[in-house]
């Protein structure tokens, strides 16, 4: 089931804060964030098992309420190369299979602006 | 260079032709996944193949089809193609997901951009 990315999009200047949201209907065992730059494949950025736990790359950074069934990312002091698409990706346990492939959200677009 | 290859990087085709578009994961993951972009719909998963299994299905409809080989790259078959499915298609590859989380993330390769006229 594709989880629900909140803002659709959002515009910033440089140096300002931002939060993605990534909600779904279901438990969940892991969320995955990528990013994607116009015209290019998603990277990867980090993943979050359930516990609870925050990573942090660079100066984005993200967390994970499993009972909430949600995750957060955080752009602190965003830069222009920040711009681009955010996804959330989602594992749910207990499927018909054990492929573990990903669902992903549509989409957070980021613009970063001088 | 993400290590993943995906060719051709542009296909346009005609209504009603098949294509088949490849996709050789990066060197040592087991694991290759497909997703259909598109603007409004965000990344789809289609299809996983896991050491030339398949293992997971997703919104794949039944004109396309999928394989992985033993030399571990895998083709997306889509037959009697209809103006809806221009979209890009992205291959991700992963290591042994088995264990229960994929801990190193998606490697994607950088698409096939399918144009159906």
């Known amino acids: 089931q594709q989880p629900v990315q909140s803002p659709q999009a959002v515009i910033l200047r440089e140096g300002e804060d931002a939060v993605i949201n990534c909600s779904s209907s279901?438990?969940?065992?892991?969320v995955h964030w990528y990013r994607q730059k116009h015209g290019e494949a998603p990277v990867f950025l980090m993943i979050l098992l359930k516990g609870g736990e925050q990573k942090g790359h660079e100066k984005i950074s993200a967390s994970f309420n499993e009972k909430k069934q949600q995750s957060s990312l955080y752009l602190t002091a965003s830069q222009l190369s920040y711009s681009g698409t955010y996804f959330c990706?989602?594992?749910?346990?207990?499927?018909?299979?054990?492929?573990?492939?990903?669902?992903f959200g549509k989409g957070t677009s980021l613009l970063v602006t001088p | 260079d993400s290590g993943v290859t995906q060719t051709p990087k542009h296909l346009i085709t005609a209504t009603g032709q098949r294509v088949t578009l490849r996709c050789s994961p990066r060197s040592g993951d087991l694991s290759v996944y497909w997703y259909q972009q598109s603007l409004d719909q965000g990344l789809q998963f289609l299809i996983q193949?896991?050491?030339?299994?398949?293992?997971a299905k997703g919104n794949i409809l039944e004109r396309f089809s999928a394989q992985q080989f033993p030399d571990l790259h895998s083709e997306l078959n889509l037959s009697s193609l209809e103006l809806g499915d221009s979209a890009l298609y992205f291959c991700a590859s992963s290591v042994n997901p088995l264990q229960g989380a994929i801990l190193n993330g998606y490697t994607f390769g950088s698409g096939t951009r399918l144009t159906v006229v």
């Open positions: 990706g989602t594992e749910d346990p207990g499927g018909s299979n054990s492929g573990y492939a990903l669902n």
């Open positions: 193949y896991y050491n030339g299994e398949e293992r």
């Open positions: 279901k438990a969940l065992y892991s």
